[in-house]
């Protein structure tokens, strides 16, 4: 199979969706790689690097485009739905939920689109999310910290406050991957911290790895206005697999925080979990005020730190996309269910039922469409 690496042009967007290690592994099955010039210096990775390991470079994005498979890091911006074809094997993050135009390029043109954060283990994990999420958990904190130093719009406040004041409050909703990252970091800065689940059990988890050091809560609307209202940062790190992130936090418990706190909403990539985060921000343009409250919502947050955030995105992805090179989407597929909760669309059909309900398209088994009875 001939396999197609674009350079990402997201804003600041400095991950690439594989590494000279990720080339040896396709070439070792005898793959053809091409990555598009350049593609991989926000890594840290010169064309020379990938040459050395086995790659041809294509001296344009149309020609790493037009590969059998299109290996990615974040979502097709529109520059890019004119690359789409019937049978083209898109393998990187889609995030398709709040996301209909994408979505509608990808049923038009009949895509093979295979989201990696929708590839999903019987247990429920998501093996191609966690390490960005470790990643945006850690950074969340270090970001809010520092929107709250005064010359940043923020209140002025220490994370970790110093002998003699308190510390200041970390309120983070959702308290899966990134809401744990997030609470080691802050508990590491000696902030007081406090998560908020809707799994009970996840908090019973919580509080042992955690031994006391963070309050845990149960998610509802009343204990969720409580917290609300003391956080300095507020982090919002909710997920339901899939699915358009619910809106947790209104304007109006927004409008209860003190002048010059922060929010930081992770989970914006999913279409946000709080109703005054209104936009996407960027690298290069990251918070807006509301309300006198700095508001923070990158959606490619780990592309900030590319060179660690690269090695553990394909550390993961690049097994995954060997099997799919191997066998072919189908029969790879059909041998690793994990893998099949991963593609979203196949032929003009929507096989990932949150997103079909969230744009009102029939939702198609994916097992109808690989024909497993
Ligand atoms: N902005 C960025 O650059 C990045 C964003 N993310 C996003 O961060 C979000 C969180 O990801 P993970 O931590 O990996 O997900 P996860 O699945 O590990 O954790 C999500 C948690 O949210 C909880 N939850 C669901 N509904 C809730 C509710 N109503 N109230 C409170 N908690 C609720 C779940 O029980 C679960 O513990 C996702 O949208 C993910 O895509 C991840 C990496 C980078
Ligand atoms: C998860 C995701 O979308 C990112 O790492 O950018």
């Known amino acids: 199979?001939?396999?197609?690496?674009?350079?990402?042009?997201?804003?600041?967007?400095?991950?690439?969706g594989i590494t000279p290690a990720g080339v040896t592994a396709f070439r070792k099955s005898g793959h053809?790689?091409?990555?598009?010039?350049?593609?991989?210096l926000g890594s840290g990775y010169t064309d020379q690097d990938y040459i050395e390991a086995g790659a041809n470079i294509a001296s344009s994005a149309k020609e790493a485009w037009a590969a059998d498979m299109v290996i990615k890091v974040k979502e097709p911006l529109p520059g890019e739905y004119g690359f789409f074809r019937e049978e083209l094997i898109l393998y990187?993050?889609?995030?398709?939920?709040?996301?209909?135009?994408?979505?509608?390029?990808?049923?038009?043109?009949?895509?093979v689109a295979i989201a990696y954060e929708t590839i999903q283990l019987d247990n429920g994990a998501l093996p191609l999310l966690t390490p960005m999420s470790e990643v945006a958990g850690r950074m969340s904190v270090q970001i809010g910290a520092q929107f709250l130093e005064n010359s940043k719009g923020g209140k002025g406040i220490l994370l970790g406050g110093v002998p003699g004041v308190a510390p200041g409050n970390v309120v983070i909703i959702g308290g899966g991957i990134v809401g744990t990252n997030a609470a080691k970091m802050a508990i590491g800065l000696g902030a007081n911290v406090t998560i908020l689940d809707v799994n009970i059990d996840r908090l019973r988890q919580l509080e042992d790895l955690f031994q006391g050091r963070v309050k845990t809560i149960a998610s509802n609307s009343y204990n969720i206005a409580e917290a609300v209202k003391e956080a300095d940062l507020l982090?919002?790190?909710?997920?339901?697999?899939?699915?358009?992130?619910?809106?947790?936090?209104?304007?109006?418990?927004?409008?209860?925080m003190q002048p010059?706190?922060?929010?930081?909403?992770?989970?914006?990539d999913q279409g946000g979990s709080i109703e005054t985060v209104d936009h996407i921000t960027t690298h290069k343009d990251p918070t807006y005020e509301k309300h006198?409250?700095?508001?923070?919502?990158?959606?490619?947050?780990?592309?900030?730190?590319?060179?660690?955030?690269?090695?553990?995105?394909?550390n993961v992805t690049i097994p995954y996309g060997v099997q799919i090179a191997n066998k072919g989407y189908r029969q790879a597929a059909l041998e690793n269910k994990a893998l099949s909760k991963g593609i979203n669309v196949v032929n003009g059909a929507v096989t990932y039922k949150a997103v079909a309900e969230a744009h009102g398209y029939p939702y198609t088994k994916i097992n109808d469409m690989l024909g497993i009875k």
Do not use: C, F
Not at 1 to 15: A, D, S
């Open 235 to 256: 982090i919002g790190a909710v997920l339901i697999p899939g699915a358009r992130a619910p809106q947790l936090v209104t304007e109006e418990m927004i409008k209860t």
């Open 292 to 314: 006198g409250v700095v508001h923070y919502a990158v959606a490619n947050m780990p592309g900030a730190v590319a060179r660690t955030s690269t090695l553990a995105l394909t």
């Open 32 to 40: 053809e790689v091409w990555i598009e010039t350049q593609a991989g």
């Open 1 to 16: 199979m001939i396999i197609g690496v674009p350079k990402e042009i997201k804003n600041n967007e400095n991950r690439v």
């Open 92 to 111: 990187t993050y889609l995030h398709l939920a709040p996301e209909p135009e994408l979505t509608k390029a990808l049923v038009d043109n009949k895509v």
């Open 260 to 268: 010059g706190s922060v929010v930081v909403d992770v989970a914006i």
